[in-house]
């Protein structure tokens, strides 16, 4: 479990690395573009559904194989769905390597610290919690989207320091500190969200 958590998290740092290099070494195609999709509906979404049902959904027999089926055929969606939008400022729903980093970070941090034996209660709030991502990667609530940074140019100090000082701190501890960075990048859309909408009804008191 935990090599495959691990896993998991190397695709995802590969993963933003991939389409940056090929822009910035104009090397991109449409085969290149297709071809990521299918990789990351591997790594994002067949790898941790199947890492989920291995750890505890096995334990909520067919229900925890719909969780995972789920947790997949979002993925898909989610993934079908940003390569036919424009390409923005933020993202439409929790990107998948974000919900696949959470799940496997957690995995990771539990397999690392607890005992590996669960019980039902535990797979049941572990169903709850693939089932949330599941939905938040459909949804329509934005998310931060790193891509609008550009590179090719001269790199303000502010993101160089911000890169170095999340290297230190994952450094402390990786599995605890990359779920962390997950769970709070996970709640941070609907979190905006509920702010969106409190506004004008704070404007109009």
């Known amino acids: 479990l935990e090599n495959a958590a691990i896993a ?5 740092f590969l993963d933003s690395l991939d389409g940056r290099i090929a822009r910035m070494t104009n ?14 509906l591997v790594a994002f979404g067949v790898a941790p559904a199947v890492l989920m049902f291995s750890w505890v959904l096995s334990d909520l027999g067919k229900i925890g194989w719909m969780i995972a089926f789920l947790y997949m055929a979002c993925v898909a969606l989610r993934l079908a769905r ?7 400022k933020v993202f439409s729903g929790l990107p998948s390597p974000a919900g696949a980093g959470i799940i496997s970070s957690f995995v990771w941090t539990w397999v690392d610290n607890f005992s590996p034996i669960v019980n039902i ?15 938040l990667m459909v949804s329509n609530i934005q998310y931060y989207s790193p891509k609008h940074i550009n590179l090719k ?13 999340i ?6 501890y990786p599995p605890g500190v990359l779920f962390a960075m997950g769970f709070v990048y ?7 969200a509920l ?11």
């Open 8 to 12: 998991i998290v190397i695709a995802g």
């Open 27 to 40: 090397t991109q195609s449409e085969f290149g573009v297709q071809y990521d999709s299918l990789s990351d």
């Open 82 to 88: 940003f390569n036919t939008a424009p390409e923005g």
């Open 121 to 135: 209660q535990f797979s049941v709030l572990m169903a709850v919690l693939v089932a949330i991502l599941a939905l």
């Open 153 to 165: 140019g001269r790199v303000p100090f502010i993101y160089m320091l911000g890169i170095v000082l």
């Open 167 to 172: 290297f230190v701190v994952v450094a402390i």
């Open 186 to 192: 996970g709640c941070s859309g609907p979190i905006q």
């Open 195 to 205: 702010l969106r909408r409190r506004k004008p009804q704070s404007s109009g008191d």
